[in-house]
């Protein structure tokens, strides 16, 4: 029955049977499921048409997707990322300081953002932060990032893993936390 989300996700393609829906609708916190559904269909639907012709991202997700998959049952609760920029503070339930958008260990994140936005970016654990563009990927040279023509898609991630790339830093790191940021144009409703 609808209880997991690849079968939720199926009914909000207009798929699922008839005992799916009626064991769907028949339950207290059918909402609820139904709302997760479509934000986890939301997510997919934009990291999609971000990596669409883009092999570069489509690779480093892949290795993202396997850290996260590999650290998050064991990643602290705690706040990993802070990214800081006045549009952010309406998609938060509770505020955090100066309107900024938080990412927890374990977590991935997706946002538009459009040229000349000016990311300011902060980390608690003091852990370098990367980057990954079709430029290449390295280590964040300061607490910011003006987005500037062919920075995006842009990929900010932070690890407690050790190595001389992204690839290698995500390979031996045990906490990872990310932020996918795509052109405005990009966004999905």
Same mark, same amino acid.
């Given at each position: 029955?609808?209880?997991?989300? $690849?079968? /939720? ?10 005992? &799916?829906?009626?064991?769907? /609708?028949?339950? #207290? ?14 997510? @997919? ?5 971000? +990596? ?14 396997? !850290? ?6 064991? !990643? ?9 920029? $006045?549009?952010? !503070? ?7 300081? #100066?309107?900024? *958008? ?7 994140? @997706? ?5 000349? !936005? +000016?990311?300011? +970016?902060?980390? $608690?654990?003091?852990?370098? @932060? ?8 390295? +280590? ?5 990032? #003006? ?10 991630? @932070? ?17 990872? &936390?990310?932020? *996918? ?7 999905? $409703?």
């Amino acid at each position: 029955m609808p209880t997991v989300l $690849p079968e /939720l996700d199926e009914m909000l393609r207009g798929g699922g049977d008839e005992a &799916a829906w009626l064991d769907l /609708l028949g339950r #207290r916190d059918a909402e609820n499921r139904w709302n997760l559904a479509r934000r986890q269909r939301t997510t @997919i639907d934009a990291v999609a048409e971000g +990596v669409r012709d883009r092999s570069w991202l489509a690779e480093r997700l892949l290795v993202l997707g396997r !850290a996260l998959r590999r650290t998050s049952a064991t !990643a602290p609760a705690e706040t990993a990322l802070t990214l800081c920029q $006045p549009e952010f !503070a309406g998609l938060l339930r509770e505020p955090p300081p #100066r309107g900024g *958008l938080t990412i927890a260990w374990g977590q991935r994140a @997706i946002h538009p953002t459009d040229l000349g !936005a +000016v990311l300011r +970016v902060a980390s $608690p654990s003091n852990l370098p @932060i990367w980057y990954a563009t079709r430029a290449g990927d390295g +280590v964040l040279p300061g607490a910011g990032w #003006r987005v500037e023509e062919g920075d995006l898609p842009l990929l900010l991630v @932070i690890s407690n893993g050790e190595g001389d790339s992204l690839r290698a830093c995500l390979g031996s790191a045990t906490m990872v &936390a990310a932020c *996918l940021f795509l052109p405005e144009a990009e966004k999905h $409703p």
